[in-house]
């Protein structure tokens, strides 16, 4: 009889930085190449809330926008800001779309809650900014979390979801059970009743959007897992699409957004 897969470590499960030795060197490219491109485009910068991490940085096309992208960044809830990554605001830009990529408080400083709650609000302010016009919610890894759960019925207010075109969830967590056993945990503090409410492949998704999964085939089993699990749970209620970027893992997979030809770029500017 074949063995049916079980995994014994979580933690390792989804360890992303022993998976990628070389994690460091990303990280201080994008910290390389986003400052090299806030210097050359520099974003209009919203607030959307009283602390210092409530804010949006916006950059506008040369004419009328397409549409409107808005980008939120990974990193564990814990881990990085918006400034981060603003050089991935370039392939969309590129592509006649505005970009905006918000900030959020870091746990442990916030709950998950909080954050959520934050993200909806910095797309209901990106929303009155760039109106009349489709969006795009799009995020990586922890980010693409937070723009999984803007996708469930209820979430968004009710102007921006009838302007939600597409959710693009990048490398995203999309059932927080598993997190509570291990020790990120002591510092995201995610509770039983969080692990329900925010896992977006828990619960139905609003209609009217479709929804693309992508994640690096060279990625973890359990990213494959819940990237693989978002799409499969709301096949019934959306039309959705999987993913695997070949030769990507969870550190390069976001990299083509900077890229306006890329398939990534394409699949977050839909025409």
């Known amino acids: 009889m074949q063995q049916i897969d079980r995994i014994e470590d979580w933690a390792g499960a989804v360890d992303n930085r022993a998976a990628v030795p070389g994690h460091a060197a990303h990280f201080a490219a994008w910290a390389e190449r986003a400052a090299a491109f806030r210097g050359a485009q520099v974003p209009v910068t919203r607030a959307y809330g009283e602390t210092e991490r409530e804010a949006v940085d916006l950059w506008l096309p040369e004419g009328p926008p397409h549409g409107v992208m808005v980008f939120f960044h990974g990193g564990w809830w814990m881990n990085f800001s ?4 603003s050089h991935l605001a370039a392939g969309p830009l590129a592509r006649g779309w ?5 900030g959020y408080t870091l746990a442990p400083a916030a709950s998950l809650t909080t954050i ?7 797309v209901s302010m990106v929303g009155d900014a760039v109106p009349d016009v489709p969006l795009v919610l799009a995020g990586h890894s922890a980010g693409g979390h937070l723009a999984a759960m803007c996708g469930v019925a209820g979430a968004l207010d009710a102007r921006c979801q009838q302007r939600l075109a ?10 927080l059970r598993p997190l509570r056993g291990i020790a990120i945990n002591e510092t995201l503090g995610i509770t039983a009743e969080e692990a329900h409410a925010l896992s977006p492949a ?19 089993p359990e990213f494959r897992r819940q990237n693989a699990l978002l799409a499969v749970a709301w096949g019934g209620y959306a039309a959705t699409r999987i993913v695997e970027a070949a030769g990507a893992d969870h550190f390069t997979v976001l990299e083509p957004l900077a890229e306006p030809d890329s398939e990534l770029t394409r699949l977050v500017t839909p025409e």
């Open 82 to 85: 918006k400034d981060t990554f």
């Open 116 to 122: 959520m709650a934050q993200a909806l609000r910095a």
């Open 98 to 102: 505005a970009v905006a990529i918000p």
């Open 202 to 220: 828990l619960h139905r998704p609003r209609p009217g959007f479709d929804c693309v999964a992508w994640v690096g085939a060279d990625e973890l």
């Open 166 to 175: 597409r959710i693009v969830s990048i490398s995203g967590v999309h059932d």
